[in-house]
């Protein structure tokens, strides 16, 4: 299997795109305006509410609602924690050695959160839920640090080895390699892509864990009240550091700066595999130049086709997602119904399999497949289901299908659901239905130019349309875009988006840098 990984980065968002064999498998989008309340982000918050009925407290860690902090959830080693902050913030001016700090005994299992928290306390805790719909964040005071190859767990002295490494000779010497080389009072999550790793590269990490922890702690003590002290790395770095392996063949990026970055990353994770990561700098979107626009308009809607007229509607409300499959006007196997409703059935569980990885679905998920009175066609059917979700990083659990032939999905969720609009509005008329004359359409264009050109003096643009409405302007030997040249100047140029709309249009600067004609008038005026 290839993986690709496609990056297009816009002024206000990142979105990632993974395909693996060119089929989109996983969409991301990360706001570069603010990144606040991300999985992983530790922060200095302040206890603003004890819930003893749920043995629960919220706590402002900046957002407009207070985040949910659970008893379990303070973890083993609150107390030392606890104490670990009070000497670092008892003298500023020097990080407190860890090592030297004494444990206070573990958390009582049983007890209850007023036992342990005031209202107006700082402590520290981390995000392991996003803010989803109405909620705030989910935190938990144990707290962690993630590398590729480790995960840094401070107050613990345990050395724990991922399930998934099955050789027990490479177990035991991991675990004896770590417990060597890791400082005193912090416990180690050796984690599945450590396996077969030397000791330098190893060493390497635990030594930039260690430090990043140290940063932690001098932002802690530099803050004054609720702040974010320990920022996880961005998304799309996230995102390579969990699933880069040697499959990957390549891995694209539409600017410099977010280049270099990926490059050096993947410079020192592998550096056989530096120049896989290349720099797009076609006037094409990047996402168009990889067909990976049409896949997101199909994929994302509330009925997805898959397999010879066969389709999916997928609903979600509050609590769980629902799916139903559906055979359409797929014509009927020789062998019946119940040959014909297993195909659809086992082709539908490859496509919900992608789904829920693509549109990052979690909670409960409710899947109706089609009737089957044969009990080894439901347990093929379950099979090819776990098969589907195999490689799904998010914990998952999925149950067999019931006597109505419909399966239990949970799988993990700790971000809001990737939802992508696939309707268009008319940009026009705005769902009025009634526009001006479509022939006018490029007139209305050449006003626009006009007033690029003229009135805010750029010269150099690009105007992004529909490919229908730029083969129409780039038509004939003398096109409309020769006229404009000509009239204009030579330093635009029309280009082709699959994203827009039939009479929307864009312009960008040639930095790709969008302009926004209502505020740059404004600025004239």
Known sequence: MNSELVI?????????????????????????????????????????????????????????????????????????????????????????????????????????????????????????????????????????????????????????????IKSHEEKNRLKQLIQSIKPKGFGVIIRTVAENKGAAELDNELNVLVERWENTIRKTQASKGVALVGEEIGRTVGIIRDIFNENFQSVTVNDRDFYNEIKNYIGLISPEKKNIVKLYEGDTPIFDHFALTKQIKSSFGKIVPFKNGAYLIIEQTEAMHVIDVNSGNRSKNANGQEENALNVNLAAAEEIGRQLRLRDMGGIISIDFIDMAKS?????????????????????????????????????????????????????????????????????????????????????????????????????????????????????????????????YKFYTSKNEEIDLKEEMERLQ
Not at 15 to 35: I, M, Q, W
Not at 415 to 429: A, G, H, L, S
């Open 8 to 164: 297009e980065v816009a002024k206000t968002e990142v979105t990632t795109a993974l395909a693996e064999d060119h089929k989109l498998v996983e969409l991301h989008r990360e706001g570069r305006l603010s990144n606040a309340f991300a999985v992983g982000d530790i922060y200095l918050g302040r206890v603003k509410k004890i819930m003893p009925g749920l043995n629960a407290a919220f706590v402002d860690v900046g957002y407009s609602k207070d985040a949910f902090l659970h008893y379990l959830d303070l973890g083993p080693d609150f107390h030392t924690l606890q104490g670990y902050l009070k000497a670092a913030f008892s003298d500023r001016r020097r990080i407190p050695a860890i090592a030297k700090k004494q444990s206070t005994g573990e958390l009582d299992k049983n007890g209850t959160i007023a036992d342990v928290l005031k209202s107006g306390q700082e402590i520290l805790v981390q995000i392991t839920k996003e803010p989803i719909s109405t909620k705030g964040p989910r935190l938990t005071s144990e707290l962690s640090i993630a590398g590729r190859f480790l995960v840094l767990i401070p107050f613990s002295d345990k050395v724990s080895v991922s399930q998934k």
């Open 376 to 504: 080894e066609n439901k347990k093929a059917v379950y099979d090819k289901m776990r098969e589907a979700m195999a490689d799904d990083r998010a914990k998952h659990n999925v149950l067999p299908l019931s006597k109505f032939c419909v399966m239990q999905i949970t799988r993990q969720r700790v971000r809001q659901v990737t939802y992508v609009d696939t309707e268009e509005t008319c940009p026009t008329c705005y769902g009025k239905g009634k526009i001006r004359p479509s022939i006018l359409f490029t007139d209305q264009l050449e006003s626009k130019i006009d007033l690029i050109v003229n009135k805010l003096k750029i010269k150099n643009f690009r105007l992004h349309v529909h490919p229908f409405v730029a083969a129409y302007i780039k038509q004939g030997l003398v096109s409309q875009e020769l006229k404009w040249k000509f009239k204009y100047g030579f330093g635009s140029k029309v280009i082709a988006s699959q994203k827009l709309g039939f009479l929307q």
